[in-house]
């Protein structure tokens, strides 16, 4: 598994893309962070906390995660080594989290440098170390968990067609409706008797909860259920096309 897995993050480094996925991502987070003045401007705030960062993210990695994940089953489909890799003595949802554990692996890279901003915050905070630690480490722990559903929603998305653009294009719609969806459909006025339970079903809610620095194990659960779906859904992907 740990073969397939470097291969993939080591196959996706030696292009270019790789590089550039990285650094828009940390460019725009830095635009608006440091240098566009505005709601998301740390300096125009006038306190020291990381809140755009965690903000902002959803909505870049709604864009960075696909991409990202695009080529991981539909460049494999195209060019026929998956039906060379799918004869190979290896189990096949060893294979789906081989290229999950290396998506997942390659956007912690990206969020790796934002750590910066931390230091940074931590420093100019009067006085310095005046920040909420606790806090922010649990925006981070949120952030990992929102990429690691995008990643898997991402990874089934590829394994659905050969287009890599495509792909792209079906993980983005999953993901946005999935952070975003449920909360526009609990405003309906058809869903307003347990509006609360369908917020509950998406992401933003659980995302929002574990950012606020408490751990609830009803949050660990519900990102690592939808993980463990859409996983579920490409191995059945990969083994109703091994047996077509």
Sequence with gaps: MFVLTRKEISSFFTSITGYLVVIVFLIFNSLFIWMFHGEFNIFDAGYAQLDPLFILAPWIFLFLIPAVTMRLFSDEKKSGTLELLLTRPIDEFTIVLSKYLAGLLIVLVSLLPTLVYFLTV?????????VDTGGIWGSYLG?????????????????????QIISFIISLLFCFVIYFGFDSLAQLPFFSSFDSLVIKLGISEHY?????????????????????????????????????
């Excluded at 931590?122 to 005046?130: C, E, K």
């Excluded at 952030?143 to 287009?163: E, K, M, Q, R």
């Design 122 to 130: 931590y420093v100019l905070a009067s006085p310095a170390g005046n």
């Design 143 to 163: 952030l990992f968990f929102l990429a690691s559903i995008y990643v898997a929603i991402g990874v089934y998305a590829s394994s659905l067609t050969d287009n």
């Design 208 to 244: 929002r909860s574990i950012s606020r620095g408490v751990v609830d194990l009803r949050d660990v659960v519900y990102f690592v259920s939808v993980v463990f779906f859409f996983l579920f859904l490409t191995h059945h992907r990969l083994l109703s096309r091994k047996w077509r």
